[in-house]
């Protein structure tokens, strides 16, 4: 039978291209966040984080963005690789929550 | 060990079974989560654990669910009368503290309750 159940937004894109991944945060008390890949069959696996007194931190290949004012996040790669295919999630954490929450992923797909 | 390890990998149960599921952190790491994913969906919160002890079990959907550590190490998070619903990957991740530090997450186990 037809599986249900919410479909992630999707991005395909061409090898060597730049990738730019969003992400709306909820709440305004959020004071670090991360984002995460996940391929099939595995568990996230840490990119890049940024905390939330600085607006932008670079990494290899990738760069994460904040903007508090309107509470977004995104996450940009660089010359997209084959291997990047994976849904990418991104994460915000309060102190006093110490727990992570997770959006709902994008899943990145990059074309030959 | 060098990450999380989480057994099985794969368990396929009867429905009204009770399951284990088992999570090794990272060694030194005092932190311990667990999340829940469904099919295509992000990552549920079901309970972390600071040492042994468990500050948060908000996460947790039902009284069916249960989770133990012991010697600030290994967790087990138990499922009783498993129902279709629970099928799911289960995933554990470690971290030095509850504090802003990289969470690591393990393979997950996938539950599937036939």
């Known amino acids: 039978g037809e599986s249900v159940g919410l479909h992630l937004p999707t991005l395909s894109v061409q090898e060597g291209d730049n990738s730019i991944i969003n992400c709306a945060y909820s709440?305004?008390?959020?004071?670090?966040f991360i984002w995460y890949k996940q391929e099939s069959g595995k568990g996230p696996q840490f990119i890049i984080d940024i905390r939330s007194n600085m607006d932008k931190r670079q990494g290899q290949r990738v760069t994460v963005l904040l903007n508090k004012t309107v509470k977004h996040l995104s996450l940009q790669i660089a010359a997209t690789q084959p291997g990047d295919s994976a849904v990418y999630f991104c994460a915000e954490n309060m102190i006093s929550a110490r727990q992570l929450t997770f959006g709902s992923g994008t899943q990145l797909t990059v074309l030959p | 060990g060098a990450g999380v390890s989480q057994s099985p990998s794969n368990k396929v149960t009867e429905k009204g079974k009770d399951v284990e599921l088992r999570c090794d952190p990272i060694s030194g790491h005092t932190a311990l989560y667990w999340y829940r994913q469904s099919l295509g969906q992000g990552l549920e919160f079901l309970i972390y654990?600071?040492?042994?002890?468990?500050?948060?079990k908000s996460g947790l959907p039902s009284d069916r669910f249960s989770a133990e550590r012991t010697g600030g190490s290994v967790s087990t998070l138990t499922i009783q009368r498993t129902q279709q619903e629970d099928s799911a990957v289960y995933l554990c991740?470690?971290?030095?503290?509850?504090?802003?530090?990289?969470?690591?997450f393990g393979s997950g186990t996938r539950l599937t309750v036939v």
């Open positions: 991740a470690s971290s030095l503290g509850t504090a802003q530090y990289g969470w690591t």
């Open positions: 709440n305004s008390a959020s004071d670090y």
């Open positions: 654990f600071q040492g042994n002890s468990a500050p948060d």
